[in-house]
C-alpha cells in the first residue's frame, strides 16, 4: 500500500511507539519495516487490531540499497528509529532515490552530520524536506528555548538539563544501539555559550547541580555540547550564555566505565568498542536503582516581554522591561516513549503540512515549538512552568 510514514525499526523499542502515537493522533497510514519480516508483520497486525488497514509490513534492511528501494516506494515519509548510524548515507540516498521526506532519531553524531550535508543540495533541488537530531537527545533542547523565548524581550540565558533516570533492565535495546552510543563519547565535547562566544569549559566548569524536583532532588550534570544550541542563536540573538547539562547513569557508569570508554573510543575503538560496549551495556542494567523517571528542564533569565504577539500576558506579576527568571519542566516516567513521542509531535506537523519546507533541518529548530509542547501535553507528558503562564504559551502557539 502507499504510506504517509514507514518507521524503519517500526517493531523496536522506540520505533513501535512512534508508530502507535502516530496513528492515535493523526490520520495517517504507516508501515513497520526491518530487516526482521515476521516481526514487522506481528507489530502491523497489533497495531491494525486497533487502528483497521492503517498499519503494513514491509522488509527492509539498511545494509541492503536494494530492500531500501523497494520498501520505500510510495512513501510520504521516512522514519528511521532503527540503531543504523553508519548506514544513515544509505538511508538518506535511498529517500531520495524513492522522492521521500526524511526523519531520523540518530544520535546527533558528526559523522551523522557530515553524510547528510553531502547530499544538501540534493535534498534542495529535489525539494525533499530532511529532518534529522529527532528525538529528545538531541531534539527538545532547543524546542524548549524557542517556545519559552516569547515570554522575553530580551533573553539572555538559557541552561536545559536533562535526567535520565532510567530502568534499563526492563527495555529490549540491541548491542548497536549502545555501541553508537559509546561512539558519541569519542566526539564528546563539554562545550557551552559564554558571553556570546561557544568555548571548551574546564572540567571543574563544565559540571553543574539542578535541582529535578521531588522524587530526583539536586543532581551533578555534566555540559554536553549540541549541535541545535550551537544553532540557535542565529535565531534568539540576545542569547549570551547556553548550555545543555545531562545527568549520570549510576556511579559505576559515570565514574569509571564513561572515563575509560572516553579513552577507549579515542585510541582503540574498532578493537575494543563491542567489547566495551557490552561491558556499558551490564553496568546499565544491573546497578540502575529507582525512581526511574525521565525529566527536562529548561531555566532562562533575561528582560521580560509583558505580553506574546497574540497579547496574552505569559507571566504572573512581572513588568514588561523588568528581569525574569523563567522555567519549563517536562516529566515522563519512560525515557524511551518521551523520544518515541517527541519524534511522533514533530511528525504530526510534518503530516498536516506545516512542516514541509525543503531544505536538511534540525527537529529541535524546524518545529513550531509552543505546538510540539502542546501536543505533548496532550500525549501525557506533564509540563510544569515558573514564572511564566504556560496556557498563554501554548494558545500564543495556535
Known sequence: MAADVLILGGYGTTGKVVAELVLAHSDATVVVAGRNLQRAERAAATLNARFPGRAAARFADAADPASLTA???????????????KSAGVVAEAALQANADYFDLLLSAPAKHAVLERFRARIEQQQRCYITDGGIH???????IRA????????????????LKLDWSAYDFGLDTIYEFVEELAAFRPEALRDGAWVRL?????????????????????????????????????????????????????????????????????????PYARLFAVALRRFARPPFGVVWQLEAEGVAAGETA?????????????????GLRLRHEDGYWLTAATAAACLLQYLDGSLRTPGLHL???????????????RMGVVIDSRGVDLGALLRAAE
Open 71 to 85: 520498501a520505500f516506494a510510495g512513501v510520504g515519509i521516512v522514519a528511521v528509529a532503527a540503531s543504523v548510524m
Open 138 to 144: 538531541p531534539g527538545l533542547s532547543a524546542a524548549m
Open 148 to 163: 519559552l523565548a516569547p515570554a522575553f524581550g530580551r533573553l539572555e540565558r538559557a541552561d536545559v538539563a536533562g535526567l
Open 202 to 274: 574546564p572540567w571543574k566548569a563544565a559540571m553543574k547541580r539542578f535541582d529535578f524536583g521531588p522524587p530526583y532532588g539536586a543532581e551533578r550534570c555534566t555540559v554536553m555540547g549540541l549541535e541545535e544550541l550551537r544553532l540557535l542563536p542565529r535565531e534568539i540573538a540576545s542569547l549570551r550564555d547556553c548550555g545543555f547539562y545531562v545527568s549520570g547513569f549510576n556511579p559505576l557508569a559515570d565514574n569509571v566505565l564513561v572515563p575509560l570508554g572516553l579513552v577507549v573510543m579515542k585510541l582503540a575503538p574498532r578493537a575494543m568498542g563491542r
Open 310 to 326: 497574540g497579547g496574552e500576558a505569559t507571566r504572573s506579576r512581572v513588568s514588561s522591561g523588568t528581569r525574569l527568571h523563567a
Open 363 to 377: 527537529q529541535a529548530l524546524a518545529v513550531a515549538p509552543g505546538r510540539l509542547l502542546r501536543d505533548l501535553q
